[in-house]
């Protein structure tokens, strides 16, 4: 079994989804954990779920950049040395190019894309990985397939691979890994979405080009633990496609 009893991981978008279900799955492996969400009363709601007793939570909202100094500040104050981070925050994206306003590209990129970008400036600048840690962008595989209404979705999560790349080569001499993990559609909020602003044939088309059907959060979280863990140590720079057979096609 996995022991994360002495790491310490950073989790951006912790109050819902995905950054709420990998809390509970490392919590039940031991990490500690520091935890960052937008909505302070479902950040609690997360925290009180956890079991370990050495768990933070901050407050904020990632598409407000120019506070995120702010953050990191009090982040930096608990004095932690970390051994990953992974950000699950994002911003979802789905309009046509003739609706998109210039808020709806800043917000996108401010949260996918900036926001990691700066975290983990900082951290590096500051030394605040341990070696060996890892680093984890959760992306999707639309970096890399056109769809209509997902143009600003689609490339602000390609500028998400080019980072990893970058950083994995940057980042290699102090042995901090980076890597990214490409899902598809899960069971989640974001499908909810994708149901009222499709066509049910369109829907029913994007449904069955996943070979294995919907995912879910759990189907998802092993590839992130596998790489935040040890048995990763060789890995680097790599984006692991976890959709259900989607990007087969």
């Keep these: ?28 492996y031991g990490a500690n954990l520091v935890l960052t969400g937008r909505n302070k ?54 309009l046509p190019l003739n609706l998109l306003k210039l808020d709806d590209i800043s917000v996108a990129f401010h949260v996918n894309v900036y926001a990691p970008f700066l975290i983990i400036k900082e951290f590096s600048k500051k030394k605040n990985f ?7 962008l959760i992306s999707s595989v639309m970096a890399s397939l056109g769809s209509s209404s997902l143009s600003v979705y689609s490339s602000s999560k390609a500028a998400q691979l080019g980072l990893v790349k970058s950083l994995a080569v940057e980042l290699a001499k102090k042995e901090i890994r980076v890597n990214s993990v490409s899902a598809s559609l899960l069971e989640s909020k974001i499908l909810d979405k994708v149901k009222t602003k499709t066509s049910k044939n369109s829907f029913h088309e994007i449904e069955n080009k996943h070979l294995l059907g919907l995912g879910t959060y759990d189907d998802l979280i092993p590839s992130i633990v596998h790489l935040l863990s040890d048995k990763s140590l060789w890995t680097t720079g790599s984006n692991m496609i976890v959709d259900g057979g989607y990007s087969s096609w």
């Design 1 to 28: 079994m996995l022991d994360f009893s002495d790491k310490y991981i950073l989790i951006t978008g912790a109050s819902s989804g995905l950054g709420r279900a990998l809390s509970i799955e490392l919590d039940s």
């Design 41 to 94: 009363f479902e950040l609690q709601n997360t925290l009180g779920i956890l079991k370990g007793k050495k768990n933070i939570i901050f407050n904020h909202d990632l598409n407000e950049i120019s506070q995120l100094p702010a953050l990191l500040d009090k982040i930096f104050s608990k004095n932690i040395v970390y051994d990953g981070f992974v950000h699950c925050a994002g911003i979802h994206t789905f």
């Design 130 to 136: 341990n070696p060996k840690a890892s680093i984890v």
